[in-house]
């Protein structure tokens, strides 16, 4: 399985990205789709993940701001993020999970003016 993550990069505080994550060498649909966030000297943590079935769920503060979903036809899921704040700065990994749960190589995200 591969994952390829795009779409990052700098963006003012109160500003929007999304992020994308194609998946091959797989059958997609048999994947729970996550986000995750890594800031420096930070552990990695959960941002959002999504089932096949698109049920989505959320680390509590990123509820609101952040919406997860998936296109099961174009095998990528997406993370689109609103009101960005300087503490959104991190490097964002897509992770597929199924019996076996794979990485992306993160995408960097800056928030800052």
């Known amino acids: 399985v591969q994952l390829q993550a795009s779409g990052g990069g700098l963006v003012q505080p109160g500003g929007s990205l999304r992020l994308s994550c194609a998946a091959s060498?797989?059958?997609?649909?048999?994947?729970?789709m996550g986000w995750y966030r890594q800031a420096p000297g930070k552990q990695r943590e959960l941002v959002a993940s999504i089932t096949s079935n698109n049920r989505a769920t959320y680390a509590d503060s990123k509820k609101g701001r952040f919406t997860v979903s998936r296109d099961n036809y174009k095998n990528t899921v997406y993370l689109q993020m609103s009101s960005l704040e300087s503490e959104d700065t991190a490097v964002y990994y897509c992770?597929?999970?199924?019996?076996?749960?794979?990485w992306g190589q993160g995408t960097q995200v800056t928030v800052s003016s």
């Open positions: 992770n597929a999970r199924a019996i076996a749960t794979y």
């Open positions: 060498g797989t059958n997609f649909r048999n994947y729970i």
